[in-house]
C-alpha cells in the first residue's frame, strides 16, 4: 500500500500537466469525408466506442476517435456493416448498380483490405461479424447458381451457403449469434413465400437443426436483420417491406420462434436491426412519417418502446434528431445510427454513450488495466457531485471522494 501512495504522490506532481475528460451520457455526431455536403451512417461500434464503421459519402469508412482520423476503406460505392468488438477486424461490401456486382470484402486494423471469397469473380456481400472478429454471415453465389445465405470462416477465409432442404432458391443471412452457431437469415422458396429461417449449426458448421421465422398472422412476409448474443431471440420486420407498412418484430426460442410484434410509434414503418441482452434498437415512425430511433427492452417489447429523442433530449437541444438506431456494441453501452444533426444541416452518423453509472474496480477507461490514467481520471474529477459524473464516481454514491481513490489504489496495477 505504501508503494501505492508514493505512486499517487508522484502522479500529483505532473497531473498539472495532463487532462481527461469527462465520463458520461454523450453524443457525438461523426460527421462526413466532406466539411460540407453529403451525409453519413453508422453501421456498428466496437465496445470501447473508439472504432465505428458505417459509410460516409457513399464510401465504405472507418471512424478511428482513438486516432481522431476518418478512414475511407474502398474508392467506389461501398459500406462497412460490422466490426469486432476489439475494433481490428470490419466486413462489408461494394455496391453496384447491377445487384450482381455486389462484392464482399474484410478490412483490418490499421488499414488492410482484402477481399472475401468467392469474390473479387463472384457475387456476394456480409451483413453481420461475430464479437471475436472470427465469423461473418451474408450472402453468397452457391455451386447450384442460387443466392442463398453465407457463413464465412474469416480466419480460414472460407465461405459456405446454406439451404432449406429441397425448395429454397434464394436468401441472405442477416445475423449470427457470439459462438457462431445459431445463424437468421431471410429466404423465398416453392410454397412458402418470403419469410425468415434460424439455422442451428454443428461445430464443423454443418446444419443441425432449422426452422422458419413467420410474419405475423396477415402479413405478407418478414426479414430477421439480428439474433441475440445466445442465440434465443432474433429481431428483424414483419408486413410488407416490399411496398406497403411493415412493423418490428421478435421471434423468441421461448416461444417456439412465434413472431411478437413490437410497440411502435404510430407509423406505418418500424424495424428492430440489432439486440444485445435485453436491449432491441430500430427505428419507428411517427404518424406523420418522419423516423425516430427507438429502443425496447425484451421483457417489455410489445408493449413499450422509447423514442431516444425523448431520453436523450438533453443531447439534442440544437434541433438535432436520431433517426435511426442500427447497432449497439456487444458489451451493450453504446448505439450507432443516422440522425439529422442540426449544426451542419445534414443527415450524419452518430456515436451515443448510454452509460450511466456502474459501480467498477477502478477500471476507469475501460481498457483492462487500472493504471495510471484512471487514477489521474479520478483526482481531476475529485470533489465533483452529481447525477451523471461517469466512471469518475466509481461507488456510484454521486461523489468523486476519497472511497473512489481509494477503489483505484486497491486495485491498481490489476490486468496491466
Same mark, same amino acid.
Given at each position: ?43 456498428? /461500434? ?11 459519402? @457513399? ?23 460490422? /466490426?469486432?468488438?476489439?475494433? =481490428?477486424?470490419? &466486413? ?8 450482381? %456486382? ?18 473479387? $469473380? ?7 461479424? =461475430? ?43 442477416? @445475423? ?56 434465443? +431471440?432474433?429481431?428483424?420486420? =414483419? ?13 423468441? #426460442? ?5 413472431? #411478437? ?8 414503418? @418500424? #424495424?428492430?436491426?440489432? +439486440? ?58 453504446? +448505439?450507432?445510427?443516422?440522425? %439529422?444533426?442540426?449544426?451542419? @444541416?445534414? $443527415? ?17 477507461? #475501460? ?26 464516481? /466509481?461507488?456510484?454514491?454521486?461523489? &468523486? ?16
Amino acid at each position: 500500500m505504501r508503494t501505492r501512495w508514493k505512486h499517487l504522490a508522484g502522479l500529483l506532481c505532473v497531473c498539472g500537466t495532463l487532462w481527461m475528460g469527462a465520463y458520461g451520457q454523450t453524443l457525438i455526431w461523426l460527421g462526413t469525408l466532406t466539411p460540407t455536403g453529403g451525409s453519413s451512417a453508422a453501421s456498428a /461500434v466496437s465496445n470501447d466506442g473508439m472504432m465505428i464503421v458505417g459509410e460516409a459519402n @457513399g464510401y465504405a469508412t472507418v471512424w478511428n476517435r482513438a486516432t481522431n482520423t476518418v478512414i475511407q476503406v474502398y474508392n467506389g460505392s461501398s459500406v462497412l456493416v460490422g /466490426v469486432s468488438a476489439d475494433g =481490428t477486424r470490419a &466486413v462489408g461490401l461494394k455496391n453496384s448498380v447491377d445487384y450482381v %456486382y455486389q462484392r464482399a470484402f474484410m478490412w483490418q486494423s490499421p488499414n488492410n483490405f482484402e477481399w472475401l471469397p468467392p469474390a473479387p $469473380d463472384r457475387f456476394c456481400w456480409p451483413a453481420d461479424i =461475430t464479437p471475436s472478429g472470427s465469423h461473418a454471415v451474408g450472402k453468397a453465389s452457391a455451386s447450384s447458381g442460387n443466392n442463398l445465405p453465407a457463413l464465412w470462416d474469416l480466419n480460414a477465409r472460407q465461405v459456405r451457403t446454406y439451404a432449406v432442404p429441397g425448395d429454397m432458391y434464394h436468401g441472405e443471412a442477416y @445475423g449470427i449469434s457470439d459462438d457462431a452457431r445459431t445463424v437468421v437469415a431471410f429466404g423465398h422458396g416453392s410454397g412458402w413465400g418470403y419469410k425468415g429461417v434460424v439455422f442451428r449449426l454443428n461445430s464443423d458448421g454443418t446444419v443441425a437443426a432449422w426452422a422458419f421465422l413467420n410474419p405475423v398472422l396477415g402479413h405478407y412476409g418478414c426479414v430477421p436483420r439480428k439474433v441475440s448474443g445466445n442465440g434465443a +431471440i432474433a429481431v428483424g420486420n =414483419t408486413g410488407n417491406f416490399w411496398g406497403g407498412g411493415y412493423y418490428p418484430v421478435m421471434w423468441r #426460442e421461448a416461444n417456439n420462434w412465434q413472431p #411478437e410484434q413490437l410497440a411502435h410509434l404510430g407509423g406505418n414503418a @418500424g #424495424e428492430a436491426f440489432d +439486440i444485445r441482452g435485453d436491449m432491441i434498437v430500430g427505428f419507428s415512425a411517427l404518424p406523420n412519417g418522419q423516423r425516430r430511433a427507438v429502443r425496447w427492452r425484451v421483457s417489455s417489447a410489445t408493449t413499450e418502446v422509447e423514442d431516444l429523442n425523448q431520453t436523450y433530449a438533453a443531447l439534442l437541444s440544437d434541433g438535432s434528431r436520431l433517426s435511426r438506431a442500427n447497432g449497439i456494441s456487444a458489451n451493450g453501452r453504446y +448505439i450507432v445510427g443516422q440522425g %439529422y444533426n442540426a449544426a451542419t @444541416g445534414r $443527415d450524419e452518423a452518430f456515436l451515443l454513450d448510454t452509460q450511466g453509472c456502474a459501480s467498477h474496480n477502478g477500471d476507469v477507461d #475501460e481498457n483492462g488495466c487500472v493504471d495510471d490514467a484512471d487514477l489521474l481520471a479520478v483526482l481531476f474529477a475529485f470533489g465533483q457531485s452529481g447525477a451523471d459524473l461517469g466512471r469518475v464516481d /466509481v461507488n456510484c454514491d454521486q461523489v &468523486v471522494d476519497d472511497a473512489d481513490l481509494l477503489q483505484v489504489l486497491f486495485s491498481f496495477g490489476s490486468g496491466c
